[in-house]
């Protein structure tokens, strides 16, 4: 009887208290099972997303890529027609066409003229591999340097005046552009053509570089009016023609193509877009689409990991839910502890200012970039570190951030070494009752970036050898000067500058010694005029001075002090160089309203102080056309 009940009493709870045991473990398996779905719907949720961003931020790299490539083409095409028309446009060898076509002048005499001032031409143009001077019935006068077959020779068309561009071709190992440009008289009538072959070395080199997210990179560049379409074999290899019927052709129906499958090639994606400002010129760039994948699949990584331990943190917080305080008191520390730890690593200044805008926190990165540190910066108002003539910017900003909630832009700042250039990110902070708490602000050194900016800016509008502004800046300083002149009604002169003797200074001692002569020169003539007025290099040994307000004798005497300037010996090291200059000087308004008028005409003045006998100046007088063309 003692065992019958003994029984069920010891066997009863047992159960009971293991299917206690087991209920808890199960309730907790299901809350681990809901928390570990939710997480990954929530990662895949997040993951795939993201992926296709990437995938799609890739692709509009590549497309970025390919219209800077393509700016870049058509900036190297722009300037080969530029340099291609600079040597038609040469006065002294097209008069001398001139009178060829008028009968005065034989085949054999403008042969024997014209030759060697294109080769002077060729030897200051390292891009121009060759020259081939057609007269007008299409026969060569003259062939310089790397010549195409005249299968090749693509003529502009009879009453056209527009350059023919053709290409890429391989010449002798090495890829080329040819350009036919029509040689037009003062009149317009074609007086000849020449074919210039320009190397292509520049845009190989543009091409070489290697974008890591997107695998093996394929470029090809297409003449759209002729169907010309070609590879960049890459290294030494240039560029291979594609046949005609090759599939890449497709794309070029409909452009832009971007992010396209590739029609040669399903496992790649294709770019296409025409040149800017070349309409019958397109670039092609196709990536491998796995490469691409594999860049955004690496991109995820992380947001991966951080989703793991996000769940895996979540399952922590439902299994300690008996010690909530604790766990919220940890998880805040730790979440502030990685807050600090990264304002105190990012590259970039953090600031943390009061409502009266002084300076509470600043990271070390702040502290470097205004040179001082953290104690002596706290407390100072940031606008106290601006420069002067940015105190009321920086006054406006903060306005604007109290009204709006934020402000961006660029402030200049005084620190220890100099001024920082720097991009701002204000942000005002309310407290809960509205009220403004505090500001936060992001500091980011663009300094280096403004700076590249100006030597992108310098490179464009001034001589990279002298420093002088160049022919372009020199047409707009020029266009400028006779606008102030006609609403003021002063005098402008021209001073066309070409130097005597300094081809003996390049034969004799080297285009490094004639480099150095010419950036002598171009101090001494900075020094001679006054800061009103500008001085220029065309190009070669020729210069060109805007002297504005200035009459004739004004003109002259300027003129006067050039030539005995530069006949003074310049020591350069270690040998004394003797030139000269001759000068010729056109007037606003006596001798022309227009900025090409007036540099012609000096430009004729210069050619009769020449005959003269140089190391002098000549006023233009209209007498000088006549006799120059007499004497070309």
Known sequence: MHQETRTPQASAPVPDRLSTRQLLRRIRLVEFGGILCTGILVGLATLLPMHWQSHREVEQSLEFHLHTQAQAASQLFAHYSSLASQLTSRTQIRNAMERHAS?????????????????????????????????????????????????????????????????????DGRAVLVIGTPILARDGQRLGTDIATFGLSGLEQTLSGRLPHAGA???????????NLAQFAGGVGGFVRLAADHPLHALLADLPALAVPAPDHASRLAFADRLPGLPDWALILTAEDTAIHAFAARELRWPMIAILLLMVFSSALTFIAVRPLARRIIDQAQHLALAAN????????????????????????GCRMLGQDEARLRGTRLCALTLPNGE????????????????????PLRCADGTLVARLSLVAVRDESGALAHYSLII???????????????QAHYDELTG???????QDRLTQALRQARRSGSPLAVLFLDLDHFKQVNDNHGHALGDRLL??????????????????????????????????EGAALVAAKIVRSLQKPFLLDGHELHIGTSIGISLYPQHGESPERLVEQADAAMYAAKKAGRNTHRFWSAGLAVTGAADA
């Open 217 to 227: 990179v394929r470029w090809y560049l297409a003449h759209l009016a002729d169907g």
């Open 392 to 411: 009321e910017q920086c006054e406006a900003a903060w306005q604007l951030s109290e009204q709006t909630g934020h402000w961006q832009g660029e402030l």
């Open 103 to 171: 009968g005065q002048l034989s085949r054999a005499e403008l042969e024997a003229y014209a030759a060697p001032r294109l080769r002077d031409a060729l030897q200051h143009s390292p891009e121009l591999l060759g020259l081939v001077r057609l007269d007008r019935d299409g026969h060569p006068l003259a062939r310089l340097g790397l010549n195409p077959p005249e299968s090749l020779w693509q003529l502009p068309e009879k009453d056209s005046d527009a350059q023919q561009r053709h290409g890429p071709f391989m010449l």
């Open 444 to 458: 980011t050194d663009v300094t280096a970036q403004k700076a590249a900016e100006a030597r992108i800016r310098q």
């Open 342 to 365: 990264v304002i105190r690593c990012s590259g970039e200044g953090i600031l943390l200012l009061d409502a009266q805008r002084r300076i509470l926190e600043i990271n070390p990165a």
């Open 468 to 474: 002088l502004p160049n022919r372009a800046l020199m």
């Open 519 to 552: 950036q002598a020169v171009a101090g001494r003539l900075t020094d001679i005029v006054r800061e009103a007025d500008s001085v220029a290099r065309l190009g070669g040994d020729e210069f060109l001075a805007i002297l504005t307000d200035t009459p004739p």
